[in-house]
């Protein structure tokens, strides 16, 4: 089986969630923009596929990861493993064809389709999808027999990396057993034997796991609103790497969060330069300028945003209360009525729909005099 020479379809915006175990993401974003496609961390509005390095595995519980996937699946993302992706760039060599589909290794298996589809999803068969081969049904035999045992698709995916390639457990014995405090660790043969080791590549510089670890910490700080913390983190990872777009505009989130405006402003703006086409960053920045009075160039922003994405609903709620606050009465009615098109429902959908509904009395009040 011949590796794929190019991403299809031209244009892909790829987004990583974990930092990749087997290949430092620099070297990939660097071959991703070769093939005319873009790489980032963390997912954004224009992200197409979402790729789960293995790391992530370290970093977030199995019902996180649960939830994420399912989030990102939802959202029509087409969803990819770390070594799939190699694979999609040409930087890993494809195993070789086989013929059996995704139902029938769930068949002839019994493993649970959800554990399957996550269990490929961080690489534990030598297939990341289907068509699979027989060495990955003998291994979904023996991880079936694993999770009957009692063991979680999320252990069996943390262990299964630690003792060599995937294909070569197909010839060991594998067992889940409660030793040393861990109830569903996954041992080989006679269960004396942890699987454990080194991951298989260690091709990245001291500054690339440098650089991994400090966004990963950022992102936790942001995510417990130590937002002071994470903006410092944040500002390490752009010292190691200045073109990461994703760290200024989170930087920049964080900044305004913890009262900073101004530095927020600038790294809003340092995001947008790194990358024209951040919508989000148009939008926030939009928001900070409204904040601070600043009409024309929040209307600015939020047309630009709009103008990347049409389809961006908040962007023109946004543009639409900001028009009405201005007293610019037609141009709030034209915008809450397309947004009434993207949203029919919500509470914002009712909101936009009153809106509508004042802004036809006015106007009306306004010819009758």
Wanted: glycine fraction near 8%; hydrophobic fraction near 45%; aromatic fraction near 8%.
């Amino acid at each position: 089986m011949t590796a794929p020479t190019g991403i299809t379809p031209p244009g892909s915006v790829f987004g990583t969630i974990g930092a990749l175990a087997a290949f430092p993401l620099r070297l990939a974003a660097r071959e991703v923009e070769r093939q005319h496609g873009q790489l980032r961390r963390g997912v954004t509005r224009r992200t197409t596929h979402v790729v789960f390095g293995r790391t992530y595995l370290a970093k977030a519980g199995d019902a996180e990861i649960e939830r994420r996937v399912a989030a990102e699946r939802g959202a029509g993302r087409k969803l990819i493993s770390e070594n799939g992706f190699l694979r999609l760039l040409g930087l890993m060599k494809a195993p070789e064809a086989s013929a059996l589909s995704r139902q029938s290794l769930l068949d002839q298996s019994r493993l649970a389709a959800s554990d399957l589809d996550l269990l490929s999803l961080f690489d534990a068969f030598e297939h990341d999808c289907e068509p699979y081969s027989f060495r990955d049904l003998i291994l979904a035999r023996k991880y079936a027999g694993l999770v009957a045992g009692g063991a979680s698709w999320g252990a069996i995916a943390r262990s299964v990396h630690r003792s060599g390639p995937v294909a070569s457990l197909t010839a060991k014995s594998l067992n889940v057993g409660s030793q040393h405090g861990r109830a569903d660790a996954i041992y080989l043969e006679d269960g004396q034997s942890e699987l454990d080791g080194q991951l298989l590549f260690d091709l990245g510089s001291a500054d690339d796991d440098t650089l991994e670890e400090l966004f990963a910490d950022a992102e936790a700080a942001e995510a417990a609103e130590d937002h002071e913390q994470a903006a410092a983190l944040y500002r390490r990872c752009l010292a190691i790497d200045p073109t990461d777009a994703i760290a200024a505009f989170n930087r920049a989130n964080c900044l305004r969060a913890s009262g900073h405006a101004a530095e927020a402003a600038h790294d809003y703006a340092r995001a947008i330069k790194l990358d024209p086409g951040f919508v989000e960053a148009w939008f926030n920045l939009a928001g900070l300028m409204s904040d601070e009075g600043r009409v024309a160039s929040a209307r600015r922003h939020l047309q630009k945003a709009i103008a990347l994405d049409a389809n961006y609903a908040d962007a023109v709620f946004n543009l639409a209360r900001l028009e009405f606050d201005a007293g610019n009465l037609a141009e709030a009615r034209r915008n809450w009525s397309r947004y009434l098109e993207l949203d029919a429902s919500s509470e914002w959908a009712r909101m936009a729909a009153k809106g509508i509904q004042f802004v036809d009395l006015q106007l009306a009040r306004m010819s009758a005099g």
